[in-house]
């Protein structure tokens, strides 16, 4: 009998860990359908002006991130809520913050060479989140 309670034990043991893991876990996982398709989108921004390029692949990227929340929040409250399980956090930032430039200042110029770096980093951060 006192094997049956402690194999028992043992046994809801494991399960209870196993379900504050998978509870406590912070992955996001977005739909590889339509996250593919949105990036298949930020690369067709290639044809525009570079700054044009960089404010809506910063959109598409954004609005793909926004499918892991309900709620209507900023940029960059979005982009705060899930930065963390990115491998280019900071890049991510470095690039909202110029999307923000050139989105607000009148005389701002980019290169094309940034507005590739910043679709590649866009489309690095999403598929890190298939």
């Keep these: 009998m ?4 402690i194999i ?16 406590s876990s912070k ?6 359908k339509k996250t593919k398709k949105t990036i298949q989108r930020i690369k067709d921004t290639r044809s525009q002006d570079p700054s044009h390029s960089l404010l809506n692949s910063h959109k598409l990227f954004v609005a793909a991130i926004s499918r892991t929340d309900n709620k ?8 705060k809520n899930i930065v963390s399980l990115l491998p280019n ?7 909202h913050r110029l999307r923000n430039q050139a989105a607000h200042e009148i005389d701002f ?5 940034k507005a590739n770096e910043a679709r590649e980093q866009f489309i690095r951060a999403l598929k890190a989140l298939i």
Excluded at 27 to 32: A, G, H, I, M, P
Excluded at 72 to 79: F, M, P, R, V, Y
Excluded at 89 to 95: G, L, N, S, T, V
């Design 2 to 5: 006192d094997n049956y309670i």
């Design 8 to 23: 028992f034990i043992f046994i809801f043991v494991i399960f209870l860990g196993t379900l504050l893991f998978l509870l």
């Design 27 to 32: 992955r996001v996982k977005l739909n590889k």
């Design 72 to 79: 209507k929040t900023t940029a960059a409250e979005k982009i």
């Design 89 to 95: 956090e900071k890049k991510i930032w470095y690039f």
């Design 109 to 113: 110029n980019i290169s094309k060479a």
